[in-house]
C-alpha cells in the first residue's frame, strides 16, 4: 500500500482541504432525525443480528455521528500469546485462484508468507476501528502526510462528518 502511495501525483496537503469536514457543511435531511442511535449501536453489536443487518446500521452511524467513538477510544484487553501468523507458501496458488474474482493479485497474497509463530506480550487495542475523522484528526495533529486510498485525490470524504 505503501508502494501505491508514493506513485501518487496527489498529497494530503495538496487536495485535502478542499473537503476537510470544517470547510464542507453537513447536510441536514429531516429523516435523520428521526433515527435511534441508541438503538443503531445496540444493533451493530448485536452479532446474533444478520450481518447486513449490522452493516446497515454502522454505514447509518457513519452519516449521523457515532456515540461511540470519542477522544479517548473504547479499548479492549488482549491477553499475551503465541501464534502462529502468515501463510504456508505453498497455499498462495489456491488462495489467489479464489480469490480471482475479486481482482486478487498473487504478490498481495505473497507478502504474506512465510508463516511463524510469534508471542505477543499482553497489549490493549481499540474496540472500534479508526473513523475517517479520527484520521483526519491524526494527519493534522501529527503532520503524517499518508493517506488512506479511499480518500480520493486525498480529500477528505465529506459525508463522513465529527
Known amino acids: 500500500m ?27 435531511v ?15 453489536e448485536d452479532v446474533t443480528l444478520p450481518l447486513a443487518d449490522r ?3 454502522g454505514a447509518i452511524l457513519a452519516v449521523v455521528g457515532d456515540p461511540r467513538i470519542s477522544i479517548t477510544p473504547a479499548t479492549c484487553f488482549i491477553p499475551g500469546a503465541t501464534a502462529e501468523i502468515g501463510l504456508p507458501e505453498k ?5 489467489v485462484t479464489m480469490w480471482s474474482h475479486a ?3 498473487k504478490s498481495w497474497i505473497e507478502k504474506e508468507t512465510p508463516q ?8 490493549w487495542i481499540a474496540k472500534y476501528p479508526v473513523t475517517n475523522s479520527e484520521y483526519w484528526v491524526f494527519l493534522r495533529e501529527s503532520g503524517y502526510e499518508g493517506r488512506p486510498s479511499t480518500w480520493y485525490l486525498g480529500a477528505y470524504p465529506w459525508g463522513a462528518y465529527f
Open 116 to 123: 511463524y509463530r510469534a508471542s505477543l506480550k499482553d497489549f
Open 103 to 105: 481482482g486478487v493479485e
Open 55 to 57: 452493516l446497515t446500521a
Open 91 to 95: 497455499q498462495v496458488a489456491r488462495i
Open 2 to 28: 505503501e508502494a501505491a502511495r508514493s506513485k501518487s501525483s496527489h498529497s494530503i496537503t495538496e487536495y485535502a482541504p478542499l473537503a476537510a469536514p470544517d470547510h464542507v457543511p453537513p447536510t441536514r
Open 30 to 44: 429531516s429523516c435523520l432525525t428521526r433515527i435511534d442511535i441508541g438503538q443503531l449501536t445496540s444493533d451493530i
